[in-house]
């Protein structure tokens, strides 16, 4: 009885003095949604810095813990399932066309890059939506069940959903800060995937390599919506620091689209994780 009450005694002294520094290594930034007011649109972005001086930023703080569709960014999880369980061979497997496109209102949704012959990569970089519902055919709601949960992605909900429509349709959703949170463990090789697999998708991830830092990030698309939503996340790796981030922004006009990674980018500037020198 008394080795219980000590044991609660630390554990209480434990939370009373980590939570003051947890709360002061989270920053608000309210002065950054400009960027996302300049273009007429409202959004949030949450930066994370780990290593010797870990400190997260919240821009439009709010919206940064409501969960939306993840959209193409769940080609992130799903290319490392695919390659850990083997569905894909790695970046080079091939997916030779004719691929179909996706229509939105009538017209094609994809670049045109997806309807010829691809990769897991080139499907992965170009957002081509049918090659990934092949892989979650292939890969099937009960791995998905199991796997999601362990991963610790958003909700994880795919219950009753349809196996390639779920990250369109819903029931999964995520928001800013878990995708952060899902992103950090995959950039510190802590999630429960083959290494290899890690290694893999972080490669296929990287859009711009330079001497002081790497940029990794992939985009996506909301388009079942009203309004339409947009996403960037990713991470910037410059030595033993890390800034993962995750924005997402409502897109009610084309120009809100174009405007996540500039916004991205301009915030990260700002919070120091320029990848210039």
Request: net charge positive; charged share 20%.
């Amino acid at each position: 009885m008394h080795s219980i009450r000590t044991l609660l005694t630390a554990l209480a002294l434990t939370l009373l003095f980590s939570a003051p520094s947890a709360l002061a290594d989270t920053v608000e930034r309210p002065d950054l949604e400009r960027h996302f007011a300049a273009v007429g649109t409202t959004g949030t972005m949450v930066v994370q810095r780990s290593g010797s001086r870990p400190r997260t930023w919240l821009i439009g703080a709010h919206r940064s813990a409501r969960r939306f569709l993840p959209s193409s960014t769940f080609k992130i999880p799903n290319a490392l399932l695919a390659i850990d369980r083997g569905v894909a061979s790695g970046p080079d497997q091939p997916y030779p066309g004719p691929n179909p496109n996706v229509l939105v209102n009538g017209a094609p949704f994809l670049p045109v890059v997806c309807e010829g012959d691809l990769t897991l990569a080139t499907a992965l970089i170009n957002s081509c939506i049918p090659i990934f519902q092949r892989i979650a055919r292939a890969i099937g709601l009960p791995v998905y069940t199991r796997e999601l949960a362990r991963l610790r992605y958003g909700n994880h909900d795919v219950a009753g959903a349809e196996v390639d429509r779920f990250w369109l349709d819903g029931p999964l959703a995520i928001s800013a800060r878990e995708q952060v949170q899902f992103l950090d463990r995959l950039s510190h090789g802590a999630l429960p995937v083959s290494r290899r697999a890690v290694r893999e998708v972080a490669d296929i991830l990287v859009l711009e390599r330079g001497a002081c830092a790497v940029l990794r990030g992939k985009t996506g698309y909301v388009f079942t919506t009203t309004p339409q939503l947009g996403w960037w996340v990713g991470w910037v790796q410059r030595g033993p620091t890390t800034w993962t981030f995750a924005l997402n922004l409502d897109i009610t006009r084309p120009e809100h689209a174009a405007a996540r990674v500039p916004i991205g980018r301009a915030i990260l500037d700002e919070l120091g994780a320029s990848t210039a020198c």
